[in-house]
C-alpha cells in the first residue's frame, strides 16, 4: 500500500507534550530544525520508508479552554523552551490544528483533572456513557474523512488518572459490552473509554501515559476482535530511561544493589496533577516495578514526585544507587539528570505514530506493538525489561518490514 497522509488524534490536545509534538512536527515540516532527538530519524530506519513530516496533521481531544499558542507561549514564558520566532513561523498552523480539537469526557477522571475543566466539556455531564462513546468516535472519523487521511493514530497525552479500580481489571469483554450500558454502573475510565472510541473508529491507539489506556484484559480483546494495533504505557524519556540503562549493567557485573533512591522535582501541569496522591500514585509505581524486574530481586527503592513551582517544563531527578561490590564493599552512584519533559517526551510521540502508521501499512493490523516496548516505562506484554535489548527489537522489527 502507498504512503498517504496520516492524522494523530491526540488526548490532551493542549497539554504540555502535545503542545511540543505540533511545534515539532511543524517545525520539521518548514525544515526549521533538525532531527536530533527523534529516533526514526535514526539512519537505520531510512529503509522503512516511514511517512513524511509533511503528511502528517494534528487534531484531539481536550478538557481546558486554551490554544495550541496559548499554551506554547505559556510554556516559552515559564520554561524558555520555545524561540519566540519559531513560535511566529508555526503559528497560523498551530491554529488551523485548534480548529481539529474537540471536548473530551470527564467520565471517572478523578477530582483533580475535573477541576481543571472548562465549560466546553462540562456541558456533556449529563450525556449517557453510550452517546459518549459514540460522540468521541465520531470526532475522530470526521477528521479523518475532513482532512482525507488513511489512517489515524490516537494517542493518550493526557493528565494521568488515578489508579483504576479492581474491578474493571477484572472485566471480560463481555462483561465490559455490558458494563458501558451506564456511567453509574462502569468502573471504566476516561482513557479507556477514548480507546475504547478509537477502536470503534478503527485507529491505531497509544497510552504515553501511566492511566489503563487499552492495558485491561477486555480492551486487548476489543483490539484483537476490532482488529486494532495499540501499544502503551507511559513514556520512558528521562529517570527511568536512565534506570533501564543502568540497571542491567548492576545486574551483569553481579553488583548488589541494595537501594536506589530517586527524587524528582518540576513544575509544569503534569507536577501539578501528580501532586495529587492518588494520581501520583499511579506514576511512582510505573516508575519504581522495573529494577525487581532488571535486578531479579527487590532492593529498597524509593521514588518521589514533587510538584516545585518554579521548575516549570524542567524536570530535575537526582538518583542515589547504593550497591555492594567484591568483599562486601559499599559502594554508590548518584547522578542528575535536568531535562524539559515535554522536549523529551514528544519526539518520541512522533516517532511512536510513524511506526505505528507503518505497521498498519504493512498489513498487520492487531494486537500489542512490542517492537515499541522501549518508548514505555511499563511496556505492555514486554519480553525484557531492560532498554537495550528492547531497542534491538525494534531493530530486528525494522529488518523484518524491510525484507518484505
Ligand atoms: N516526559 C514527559 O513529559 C512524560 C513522560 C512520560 C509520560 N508522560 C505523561 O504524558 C501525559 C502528558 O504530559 P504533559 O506534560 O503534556 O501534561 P499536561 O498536564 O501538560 O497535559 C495534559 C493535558 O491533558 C488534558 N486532559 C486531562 N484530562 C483529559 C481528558 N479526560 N480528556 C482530554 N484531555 C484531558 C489537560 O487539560 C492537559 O491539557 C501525562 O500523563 C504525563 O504523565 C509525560
Known amino acids: 500500500m502507498t504512503k498517504q497522509r496520516i492524522g494523530i488524534w491526540i488526548i490532551g490536545a493542549w497539554g504540555g507534550v502535545s503542545t511540543t509534538a505540533a511545534i515539532g512536527l511543524l517545525s520539521l515540516q518548514k525544515g526549521l530544525t533538525g532531527t536530533s532527538g527523534l529516533v526514526s530519524e535514526h539512519p537505520y530506519f531510512e529503509k522503512l520508508d516511514l511517512v513524511g ?9 481536550e478538557i481546558r479552554e486554551t490554544s495550541f499558542v496559548e499554551a506554547a507561549k505559556h510554556f516559552s514564558e515559564t520554561s524558555g523552551v520555545f524561540h519566540p520566532a519559531l513560535l511566529q513561523a508555526v503559528e497560523p498552523e498551530l491554529n488551523e490544528f485548534d480548529k481539529n480539537v474537540k471536548p473530551g469526557t470527564l467520565i471517572h477522571v478523578g477530582d483533580t483533572i475535573r477541576s481543571l475543566a472548562g465549560d466546553s466539556v462540562k456541558q456533556y455531564d449529563q450525556e ?15 477528521f479523518q474523512k475532513q482532512h482525507d487521511l488513511a489512517h489515524v493514530v490516537v ?14 481489571k477484572a472485566l471480560s469483554l463481555a462483561e465490559l459490552k455490558e458494563q458501558l450500558a451506564s456511567a453509574e454502573t462502569s468502573p471504566v475510565p476516561a482513557s479507556a473509554l477514548y480507546a475504547i472510541a478509537a477502536m470503534n473508529a ?3 491507539h497509544l497510552n504515553f501515559t501511566p492511566s489503563a489506556g ?4 477486555a480492551l486487548i480483546e476489543l483490539a484483537e476482535e476490532k482488529q486494532i494495533l495499540h501499544g502503551g504505557r507511559d513514556g520512558k524519556t528521562g529517570e527511568t530511561l ?6 542491567p549493567m548492576f545486574a551483569h557485573r553481579n553488583l548488589n544493589v541494595m537501594s536506589w533512591v530517586g527524587h524528582n522535582i518540576f513544575g509544569n501541569l503534569d507536577g501539578k496533577v501528580l501532586d495529587d496522591p492518588v494520581n501520583k500514585s499511579n506514576k511512582v509505581h510505573s516508575k519504581d516495578h522495573l529494577l525487581t524486574e532488571i535486578l531479579g530481586y527487590k532492593p529498597q527503592t524509593l521514588v518521589s514526585i514533587e510538584y516545585i ?14 550497591f555492594k561490590g567484591f568483599l562486601d564493599t559499599k559502594m554508590s552512584l548518584q547522578f542528575t539528570w535536568q531535562g524539559t519533559d515535554s522536549v523529551l517526551a514528544a519526539p518520541l510521540v512522533l516517532d511512536m505514530v510513524r511506526f505505528t502508521e507503518r505497521e498498519w501499512r504493512r498489513g498487520n493490523r492487531s494486537g500489542v506493538m512490542t517492537h515499541l516496548s ?8 514486554a519480553t525484557t525489561p531492560e532498554f537495550e535489548r528492547q531497542y534491538q527489537q525494534l531493530e530486528e522489527w525494522a529488518n523484518t518490514v524491510s525484507e518484505e
Open 53 to 61: 513530516w509533511d503528511q502528517v496533521v494534528i487534531g484531539g481531544h
Open 128 to 142: 449517557s456513557l453510550q452517546d459518549t462513546l459514540a460522540r468521541l468516535s465520531a470526532d475522530m472519523t470526521e
Open 155 to 168: 494517542v493518550n497525552l493526557a493528565s494521568t488518572e488515578p489508579p483504576v479500580e479492581e474491578s474493571a
Open 202 to 204: 478503527g485507529c491505531s
Open 214 to 217: 487499552t492495558d485491561l484484559p
Open 242 to 247: 536512565m534506570k533501564s540503562v543502568l540497571a
Open 309 to 322: 513551582e518554579s521548575m516549570g517544563d524542567w524536570k530535575t531527578a537526582w538518583d542515589h544507587i547504593h
Open 374 to 381: 522501549s518508548f514505555f516505562k511499563s511496556p505492555m506484554q
